[in-house]
């Protein structure tokens, strides 16, 4: 039986959430426009008051932030609250440049809380469980996140932080952890570990939270049936609060984003325009409850889907597809949008080389799409028939993969250039 | 020991057939047998060399990727149809051909032919019971 740790919100009525959202929003954006002068500047630009948003309905008429603009306000201008009334920071580094720094007053972590708690019911825990939580400490949300959504549900709580692997797992035999929270590669790190030592018997793992980064469906049934568990997504950035914005239920099937916290939004990444429920596109977030980082419209580029059909554990919030990629490398091709991320999984699942060149060009007003690759050893064959083959069926998965037909080049060893950065990957010609 | 085929990818770029080539003489290294399977964008050098570990230690500093293939040199009767009835033989017997092409100059009317089959066992056999020869590494003047 499905349980929920705030069934009457978790199980709302559409229309009930709606209300909350219409009402916390009108809130927030007053509490910004009087106390983030950096916010209020955008709105002045773009033409808009307090007055003109009455509701959801009216939050396209805001204006973005992005992390340009977090780096830019760094450390204090987004702060909606002074700085007395903070009690904490946590931090994430960005790609480039400047770390990212959001702030809590004591009622934003309480309510960060409670999203991680529903979490951690919705993956079936109780107040008999022992919570493992490997997820690092520190200025990353996961461990201090999950760590106080655990104390809510009243697990018994091991902070184990991340790292030093054979106490993790002393402690998991020793104290019976029943719910392991970590990244699903420390996950996949922690099973096979146990399946080296050949203590499966010894472990009472039932269900474990993995998030903080991009996981496939292959990896989780390899967790879940190493490990003998039920293994559940979760998702959040930093900039919003840190995980637990969005969380799996028992249909493993998205993630329900917490809607009476954050007002979700799926955006063309290019326009801006937003799209109707179901599109692909790049997940903006407005956080309405949170009174010391009250970011408004916040672009995640993560590109998901979102969608509202009704979900057979009974919650009624929306859920988000796992992120497909990120917006700064989305290619859109013949109307289609192609990311280097998928291409890249399609390679390594057909046994080529992570390292690949995508080119796109128009040719007759029509986009073109090449892949190119290098020919390993290993691939390499005297017969030529072996190698068309072998060609054929990537085209193949590759059309699966994207929906659209890209031409493979299979090149000579060593003339892609081997580079740390994404962006030479692609050569768009069609830019020139 | 069998004479073995240097299989070598080449990505159709103007050029790389001429590097190979060029490296091969830099190196004193005679070609008995050249062949190119291709398509429109790459292909299979197929080559028989005098001294085949060398030239694939060479071909791979050079960055190349290529595979030893096992292939077998067959004597076939140099006269109208001398090929055909090897063809012949050969389909009589179920064996594949994967691929053939011809050995440089040719001796005594004969010539040579390279061929690469699916059961090089069963095709020495059947060549042997068919009264056809075959070419050791030896006559081919391969080290
Ligand atoms: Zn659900």
Redesign the pocket.
Known sequence: MERYYQPEIECASREQILRWQNERLVKQVQHVWDSVPYYRKKMEEKGVTPADIKGVEDLHKLPFLTKDDLREAYPYGLLGKPLKDCVRIQSTSGTTGKRVVAFYTQHDIDLWEDCCARAIVAAGGTDEDVCHVSYGYGLFTGGPGLNGGSHKVGCLTLPMSSGNTDRQLQFMVDLGSTILCCTPSYAAYLAECIHERGIQSKIKLKAGIFGAEAWSEEMRQDIQSKLGIKAYDIYGLTETSGPGVAFE???QTGM?INEDHFIAEIIDPNTGEVLPEGSKGELVFTSITKEAFPLLRYRTRDICVLTREK???G?THV?MSKPMGRSDDMLIIKGVNVFPSQIETVLLEQGYPANYQIIVDRVNNSDTLEVQVEMTPENFSDSLAHITDMEKSLVGALKAMLGIYAKVKLVAPKTIARSEGKAVRVIDKRKI | MGIHQISVFLENRAGQLAEITSILSDNKIDMRAISIAETSDYGVLRLIVSEPERTASILLSHGFILSMTPVVAVAVPDEPGGLARVLHILAEAEIDIEYMYAIIGRIAGRAYMIFRVNDEEKFRVTLATSGLATISKEELGIQ
């Open positions: 239920c028992s249909a329900h979900c057979p554990c919650r859920k």
